[in-house]
């Protein structure tokens, strides 16, 4: 299998195991995949790992068991986004996979709601 098939059976295979969430779809972005329910980004895939959205809540779990935070080269400077290495477990036990996957939601919820809302024209 072709590095790039077996990127894209990945990228199925946990929009598949999300659907215990509800209809996550996958968007093409930074040369990876953004995962979105109901219009909220939750999670991304990027070379071949699943990130999940934490806040400083839900980061602890993730730091606890040395699951590192999704970082990303802009101007040749590291930046660091509030996503986390999924734990391996939630590959492979869908209930593992809705736990985890309904907290990254909440966060994603909570991050929209407290975001400034755009200035509407008179």
């Not at 215990?20 to 070379?47: E, Q, S, T």
């Not at 980061?59 to 999924?86: D, E, M, S, V, W």
Request: proline share 6%; glycine share 8%; hydrophobic share 40%.
């Amino acid at each position: 299998m072709s590095s790039s098939r077996a990127k894209q059976a990945f990228v199925t295979y946990v929009v598949d195991l999300l659907q215990v969430i509800g209809p996550v779809r996958a968007k093409r972005m930074f040369g990876g995949y953004g995962l979105f329910l109901n219009g909220l980004m939750f999670a991304l895939i990027k070379d071949g790992a699943l990130y999940l959205k934490a806040d400083t809540e839900t980061q602890g779990h993730f730091l606890q068991r040395g699951l590192g935070a999704f970082t990303y080269i802009r101007q040749n400077k590291p930046c660091q986004l509030c996503y986390y290495q999924a734990p391996e477990e939630t590959l492979d036990d869908p209930d593992e996979m809705f736990s985890w996957a309904t907290k990254a939601y909440a966060c994603a919820v909570e991050a929209a709601s407290t975001r400034p809302k755009s200035a509407k024209p008179p």
